[in-house]
């Protein structure tokens, strides 16, 4: 779960309108997940040494006033490093909602999942 070096993710987070953010938190997760905040220039550095494995899969995200971005790499210890410069966009506000509808009979209860309600919504019209 560690790596033999360190290894840097780092890059620039700016918002919707392009303007570089500052002390705004990045999250690395990996193996395991650690922070580090922006400074004055919008640049995040973050040492992943402790918290990820050589082709494992790491995601930078952020999320600041209403607005979040992530993206994701194949760390390669070969590498030097890898620059991940996030653009903030407003979040997507869908409102889907997961509804698991539940029956008992007989005493016996029956969950049915998300996908089994849209489909006969579908064969029923509603």
Do not use: H, R
């Not at 653009?87 to 969950?111: F, G, H, P, R």
């Amino acid at each position: 779960m560690t790596l033999p070096v360190p290894w840097i993710a780092y890059g620039e987070i700016t918002d919707s309108n392009g303007n570089k953010v500052s002390s705004v938190p990045v999250t690395a997760s990996a193996d395991t997940s650690t922070t580090a905040q922006t400074n004055e220039d919008g640049k995040y550095f973050i040492n992943l040494m402790d918290y990820a494995s050589s082709g494992g899969t790491i995601t930078i995200s952020c999320k600041y006033n209403g607005e979040s971005s992530s993206s994701s790499f194949t760390l390669v210890l070969s590498d030097p490093g890898k620059q991940t410069d996030l653009s903030l966009e407003e979040a997507n506000n869908t409102n889907d909602i997961a509804i698991n509808a539940c029956y008992s009979y007989n005493s016996e209860q029956y969950v049915f999942s998300p996908w089994i309600i849209e489909s006969y919504q579908k064969t029923m019209d509603i």
